[in-house]
């Protein structure tokens, strides 16, 4: 059996790697194929293909057509241990890590909407920077196989060095021939691998984040996820990881504290 799908990222990570892991563990899986940047989400697959250049809206032939639900179909469907199988010495601190994702990009053909602004990433930052190291990730596009949303400039750069924060971009470039890192979702992993804490926005992120176990707070002004109550069923068996999110920041902030 094959899976083929060139769809969102948060889809694949939902919907589609988990039923390719599950055929993989009952040696079923004969072929996976999907966009480039992809063979290390596949790492279990023999005989994969990167095939695509962009991403689109579409949903995937799969057991779980979508994951605007509150809990999927779990009879054919095994989440991969990404945690225990890139854990690594490479991103090891004196701090344990904090990785904060975030977007600020077209949504729906709209102007960005989930986002982490300014003033309450400085707050964030203000708040954990002695505690923890911090790895910021707003992948630069570059980075990353795109569904051809419009980015836009956050102006957020000089929080980054007024608070000795990490820049994603920056350490992917530092790291990827020092390391052999093939990609920025090869990155990603590594450095979710050796991380327990996590903030996120709504979208792909947010379910990457919730695939290493830990806790993730994700905030979400806008998306089916609020109105099917994903966050509350499947996003919680990726891992195990404790979910909890909120669609204003001064509850986001207070997640974050608490």
């Not at 889809?11 to 599950?22: K, M």
């Not at 962009?54 to 979508?66: D, S």
């Not at 102007?111 to 990730?137: A, S, V």
């Amino acid at each position: 059996m094959e899976t083929n799908y060139n769809g969102e990222f948060g889809f694949e990570l939902q919907l589609v790697i988990p039923y390719a892991y599950y055929l993989h563990k009952n040696n079923l899986l004969k072929k996976t194929t999907s966009s480039l940047m992809t063979k290390e989400l596949y790492y279990f697959s023999k005989n994969h293909e990167e095939k695509y250049k962009t991403r689109r809206y579409v949903k995937p032939n799969t057991p779980n057509k979508t994951p605007h639900v509150k809990e999927l179909n779990y009879d054919k469907y095994t989440p991969p241990p990404y945690k225990s199988t890139y854990k690594n010495e490479y991103f090891v601190y004196d701090k344990p890590l904090l990785i904060i994702h975030n977007k600020f990009n077209m949504e729906w053909g709209r102007p960005p909407i989930n986002f982490i602004n300014e003033e309450t990433l400085n707050e964030i930052f203000k708040l954990y920077n002695d505690k923890y190291t911090i790895i910021y990730l707003r992948p630069q596009s570059k980075n990353i196989v795109t569904d051809n949303s419009n980015e836009y400039n956050l102006n957020e750069k000089h929080l980054l060095k007024l608070h000795n924060i990490i820049d994603g971009n920056k350490l992917y470039e530092e790291s990827k021939e020092k390391y052999n890192i093939n990609n920025f979702n090869h990155f990603q992993l590594l450095i979710h691998a050796n991380c327990d804490n996590f903030i996120s926005v709504q979208g792909g992120n947010a379910v990457l984040a919730s695939y290493f176990g830990g806790k993730n707070v994700i905030f979400a002004k806008r998306g089916q996820e609020l109105g099917s109550c994903s966050y509350e069923g499947h996003y919680k068996k990726y891992s195990n990881c404790k979910i909890s999110h909120s669609n204003n920041y001064d509850d986001f902030i207070k997640l974050i504290k608490k």
